[in-house]
């Protein structure tokens, strides 16, 4: 697609609840990442993957928290047993290679508030 | 360890105005350095970036940045402030091309006063 797309926009979660979070990549990047933005925050990493290596997963905060991305391209963000302090926007960011020269391109972000 | 660091979480202009936006990061290597716009309920969207060659750099909607490796600095600049220039403003840093990951500061509110 022209742009990184995510889904759902917006998410609305009883807390205890898994939630399952999309993003789809610009064709051809192969570099993904994840951040998470939390109110008066700056963007927290999360996960970052590229092409078929290892992910590099130390900005996951806790093992409720996990990612994949199938056959390179389309990545899921998974996050169980909800908590309250998850509620935060996740953006979901690509780039053409790792070396991060040419900027992230970002989706607009999924909006989960755990209640 | 990298970090940024943008002083001034709420910055307010009158249209018209000289905008600054600070930013120091601190980098054991020499750094990729980028601004980042975000508009509400957006994703960010990259205005400039510095990785090498020149250091003052242009980016998009006539804002500016210059890199000063004395003074670990990055400020965005723009003339004149318009009043869609009102966003959220982000500053990163990444370690040249090594590492996998940017690190991004807090965030400038940049309110644009008619």
């Known amino acids: 697609g022209a742009g990184v797309s995510q889904s759902p926009s917006n998410k609305v979660t009883e807390k205890g609840k898994d939630v399952e979070l999309r993003c789809d990549p610009i064709s051809g990047h192969t570099a993904l990442y994840w951040y998470r933005q939390s109110l008066g925050q700056g963007l927290e990493f999360l996960i970052y993957?590229?092409?078929?290596?290892?992910?590099?997963k130390s900005g996951l905060p806790s093992d409720r928290f996990s990612a994949e991305r199938t056959g390179g391209s389309v990545s899921t963000l998974t996050i169980q047993r909800t908590q309250q302090e998850d509620s935060a926007v996740y953006l979901c960011?690509?780039?053409?290679?790792?070396?991060?020269?040419?900027?992230?391109?970002f989706g607009s972000g999924t909006r989960l508030t755990v209640v | 360890a990298q970090s940024v660091t943008q002083l001034g979480s709420h910055v307010s202009v009158s249209e018209g105005a000289l905008v600054l936006l600070r930013c120091n990061y601190s980098?054991?290597?020499?750094?990729?350095l980028f601004w980042y716009v975000q508009y509400p309920n957006q994703g960010l969207q990259l205005l400039l970036k510095y990785t090498t060659g020149a250091t003052l750099v242009k980016g998009i909607n006539g804002f500016e940045a210059e890199f000063k490796k004395s003074e670990t600095s990055f400020h965005l600049t723009k003339p004149s402030a318009h009043m869609s220039d009102a966003a959220e403003y982000f500053c990163?840093?990444?370690?040249?091309?090594?590492?996998?990951?940017?690190?991004f500061g807090t965030g400038t509110s940049l309110t644009v006063i008619p």
């Open positions: 960011a690509s780039s053409f290679d790792r070396t991060g020269i040419y900027g992230y391109t």
């Open positions: 980098s054991s290597v020499p750094p990729y």
């Open positions: 990163a840093v990444r370690d040249g091309d090594t590492g996998n990951q940017f690190y």
């Open positions: 993957f590229q092409g078929n290596s290892a992910p590099d």
